[in-house]
Antibody, heavy 120, light 107 residues
Framework: EVQLVESGGGLVQPGSPLKVSCAAS????????LNWIRQAPGKGLEWVAS????????YYPDTVKGRFVVSKDNAKNTGYLQMNNLRSEDTAMYYC?????????????WGQGVMVTVSS | EIVLTQSPTTMAASPGEKVTITCRAS?????MHWYQQKAGASPKPWIY???KLASGVPNRFSGSGSGTSYSLTISSMETEDTATYYC??????????FGSGTKLEIK
């Protein structure tokens, strides 16, 4: 059974960093892209990062480019999202999701999410 | 960036009523995917590659479309279909974008 379990969320002050994790199981972690999608309270879904299977390529929207860094440790079957210089508008539930594969861009498994709150 | 515009934003349907949610893309896309999200839960894959139902999705749901216009249809609304539905696309230039969501309620 495919499972994605996020952890590491919490309350942080503006300008602080935070790293959240996504532990994967039930599939070959080196075969699929891993993505992060966030949802601010009461708002819609926003894609924030993608990483290819071997971790050599990463992609971000302009809203987080330069502040967020996605990575993965294939030996630990775990993905990470390092968030730097956090702002109040980064407050959201953060989900990791697996990309199905070719054709790209369909998220067939999602984690339960981890809450990140940025507030002083 | 490819912008996805969903309509309506919110709607209410009676049990048994036919429901259609539309998603218009600012540029042509190859496929559209749809997710269902209930309050307090993670999004669930619902329809992929425009018209294929994800595992466990009732066959009263269907998806269609091409180019810049896509839709999700429920042939006969049921109480359990109450949720927010999001469309989503991937393109090589624009990467990943979601629609703003359609909240569907039961009358």
């Amino acid at each position: 059974e495919v499972q994605l379990v996020e952890s590491g969320g919490g309350l942080v002050q503006p300008g602080s960093p935070l790293k959240v994790s996504c532990a994967a199981s039930g599939f070959t972690f080196t075969s699929n892209w891993l993505n992060w999608i966030r949802q601010a309270p009461g708002k819609g879904l926003e894609w924030v990062a993608s990483i290819n299977p071997d971790g050599s390529n990463t992609y971000y929207p302009d809203t987080v480019k330069g502040r967020f860094v996605v990575s993965k440790d294939n030996a630990k079957n775990t993905g990470y999202l390092q968030m730097n210089n956090l702002r109040s508008e980064d407050t959201a539930m953060y989900y990791c999701a697996r990309d199905r594969g070719l054709p790209w861009g369909y998220f067939d498994y999602w984690g339960q999410g981890v809450m990140v709150t940025v507030s002083s | 960036e490819i912008v996805l515009t969903q309509s309506p934003t919110t709607m209410a349907a009676s049990p048994g009523e036919k429901v259609t949610i539309t998603c218009r893309a600012s540029s042509s896309v190859s496929y559209m995917h749809w997710y269902q999200q209930k309050a307090g839960a993670s999004p669930k894959p619902w329809i992929y590659d425009t018209s294929k139902l994800a595992s466990g999705v009732p066959n009263r749901f269907s998806g269609s479309g091409s180019g810049t216009s896509y839709s999700l249809t429920i042939s006969s609304m049921e109480t359990e279909d109450t949720a927010t539905y999001y469309c989503q696309q991937w393109s090589r230039n624009s990467l990943i974008t979601f629609g703003s969501g359609t909240k569907l309620e039961i009358k």
